[in-house]
């Protein structure tokens, strides 16, 4: 097998091959959901726990839709109404969890690093299904699904991330698994949001859609995350649409056969233009939300054989 994790919590630590193999299997999920019978029995006899501190309707029912397409037993905890609330610590939480012998915990939580502590202290595979700032793998994979169904590869292509990088794991996690497939990649918008040190990650960092979209393959925008935001970082949303907001005359600069992407939900009219998001000769959106159940479902079997393996050897 050429996928040796025990828990996937971020792209950082992935191999090429490895998104190659997940990438591949998730291929073969999307065939299983567009046909009659959408099931499987690859996860039958395992329960997957969704721990969710933070809400996330997509992610959530994304997960869970691809836990039970596997036939896993999938229980969803409600974080906000839990113990948390009364004090419990996150790892009074893991030990709570062990204690219930879950197979596969999904986990997504406010605080950077949050999910690697839970996933040193149970004995079940984790799913990072966004932590702070940190990383959001499993968007990053379904993102670069939906490219390479697109474009017919995922090498070489210019690839422009634009938008609120500063506070946006998804771009951490792109920006990550695009360089370890050999693209050029480009991070575009207002300084204010643009994170110090961008420019060493080995991405170019342009300030202005016009140049930063020039003969792109790929535009991906991404929303403005309100919710982390501390300060005055745009002088208004009128204002930031006008300059970053990606509408006909902006996209005009990327390739004519560019496809438009974004992780969702949208701002229409702040971060894109409303027909542009829906020009299905265009926009890969709705395609990038059927890919995100394909690549879960690809993760989780594949975490599952992993976990299986080491029972079997322990």
């Not at 397409?69 to 999938?74: F, K, N, T």
């Not at 079940?124 to 379904?142: F, I, S, W, Y």
């Not at 299905?280 to 993760?299: D, K, L, T």
Request: with cysteine; charged share 25%.
């Amino acid at each position: 097998m050429t996928f040796r994790a025990r828990h996937l919590l971020g792209i950082e630590q992935l191999h090429p091959i490895e998104i190659a193999t997940v990438l591949d299997l998730a291929d073969s999920y999307v065939d299983l959901s567009r046909g009659a019978v959408k099931h499987s029995d690859r996860l039958a006899g395992l329960t997957q726990i969704n721990m969710f501190f933070e809400n996330s309707t997509r992610t959530q029912a994304s997960f869970e839709l691809a836990g039970k397409r596997l036939g896993a037993d999938v229980m969803n905890m409600a974080m906000q109404a839990s113990s948390i609330k009364k004090g419990e610590t996150l790892i009074d939480t893991a030990l709570t969890l062990n204690a219930m012998h879950p197979d596969l915990l999904v986990v997504r939580h406010p605080h950077s690093g949050a999910v690697d502590l839970l996933a040193q202290k149970v004995t079940c595979a984790v799913l990072n299904a966004g932590d702070g700032r940190h990383e959001h793998p499993t968007q990053a994979l379904l993102d670069a699904l939906t490219i390479r169904r697109a474009k017919g590869r995922l090498h070489r292509l210019n690839i422009a991330i634009c938008g609120d990088i500063a506070h946006s794991r998804v771009a951490r996690s792109n920006i990550l698994l695009l360089g370890k497939m050999e693209n050029r990649v480009r991070l575009v918008g207002p300084p204010t949001l643009i994170p110090s040190g961008a420019a060493d990650w080995g991405v170019e960092v342009y300030d202005d859609m016009a140049k930063g979209l020039e003969g792109c393959d790929v535009v991906m925008m991404l929303r403005l995350q309100k919710e982390r935001m501390d300060g005055g970082f745009i002088p208004s949303e009128r204002e930031y649409y006008h300059r970053y907001g990606l509408d006909a005359e902006k996209l005009a600069h990327a390739k004519e056969d560019a496809i438009v992407m974004h992780p969702g939900p949208m701002n229409r009219g702040v971060e894109i233009d409303g027909t542009i998001a829906d020009d299905i000769n265009r926009s890969v959106i709705q395609e990038q939300v059927e890919m995100g159940v394909a690549v879960r479902m690809a993760a989780m079997d594949l975490l599952a054989q992993n976990l299986r393996e080491e029972r079997s050897n322990g």
